[in-house]
C-alpha cells in the first residue's frame, strides 16, 4: 500500500537518494566494524520454525497483498558505503515523520478480540510494529532484497515485547528500531532477540536463539552477498 505517509517518505527517500550529497547530511558515521571473537555471532543465531505473531497474521488477512512474495533465496547484502546510507536515511526519515502512540491509544483495540494490530503509519502515528514495517517497505522500494528485510520480535531491556527490522549483510545482522537512530549489530542493542520472519519465506518465521551459540547459525554467515539494485 502506497498511500498517505507512507507515499510521502517513500518520495522523501527517492530525493535523498538522488544525490550523495544529501544521503550524506542525514546519514551517521560509517557502521563500525570491530573485531568479533566468534566470527559467527555477528548473525542472528537463528533456530526452528516457530508460530508467526499475531499482529503479522492480521496484516495478512486485511492487506493480503503484503504477504504474497513466497518463497524467495535468502541473501545477504553488501554492506557498502551505499547501502549504509540507505539504511541511515530510512531510521532518519522514518524515525522523525512518525509520531510514537500504542496500539490502545490509537485504534482504541478491544483486547478481548484483537491482541495486535500491524499496519502502515499513515496517518503519522504508530508504534514499534508499525515504524518496523514502513522502514521495511521503504528499503524494499529502494531495492533492498525481501529476504534480508526481516520483521523482528523481541524483548527490550525492560523485558516487554518490542518489533524492530533487521537487515542481514556481509558484515553482520543489524537492527533499525524507532527507539534510536543508530544501526547498531543485534547483538549490541542489549534486546533478547525471540523470533523473525524466514529469509526464505516472509510467511514462515523462525525462533532466534540468543546469546550466540555458534551451533545454531547454520548458514546464515556464508549467504550469496548481493548489492542494492536502486530502482
Request: charged content about 20%.
Amino acid at each position: 500500500m502506497k498511500t498517505g505517509m507512507l507515499k510521502l517518505l517513500l518520495a522523501a527517500l527517492a530525493g535523498y537518494a538522488a544525490t550523495s550529497v544529501a544521503l550524506q547530511a542525514i546519514a551517521s558515521p560509517s557502521l563500525a566494524r570491530p573485531a568479533v571473537a566468534v566470527h559467527q555471532a555477528r548473525w542472528t543465531p537463528a533456530g526452528a520454525e516457530t508460530r508467526r505473531p499475531i499482529g503479522w497474521h492480521n496484516l495478512c488477512r486485511v492487506q493480503g497483498d503484503e504477504c504474497d512474495a513466497g518463497p524467495q533465496m535468502p541473501v545477504n547484502v553488501a554492506l557498502t558505503p551505499q547501502a549504509q546510507h540507505l539504511l541511515f536515511a530510512v531510521t532518519t526519515l522514518a524515525n522523525r515523520a512518525i509520531t510514537p502512540q500504542t496500539d490502545d491509544d490509537h485504534y482504541h483495540l478491544d483486547r478481548k478480540t484483537l491482541i495486535d494490530w500491524w499496519t502502515y503509519p499513515d496517518d503519522g502515528a504508530g508504534d514499534c510494529s508499525d515504524f518496523m514495517l514502513l522502514k521495511r517497505k521503504m528499503l524494499i522500494e529502494a531495492g533492498w532484497p525481501r529476504a534480508a528485510a526481516l520483521a523482528t520480535v523481541v524483548l527490550d531491556r525492560n523485558g516487554d515485547g518490542h518489533a524492530v527490522l533487521t537487515v542481514t549483510t556481509d558484515e553482520g545482522d543489524f537492527v533499525l528500531d524507532n527507539l534510536t537512530d543508530k544501526v547498531l549489530r543485534w547483538n549490541e542493542t542489549g534486546y533478547a532477540f525471540v523470533k523473525r520472519q524466514s529469509q526464505a519465506d516472509e510467511n514462515v518465521w523462525v525462533a532466534l536463539a540468543d546469546g550466540g551459540e555458534a551451533g545454531a547459525v547454520s548458514s546464515t554467515s556464508s549467504l550469496p552477498i548481493v548489492k542494492v539494485s536502486s530502482r
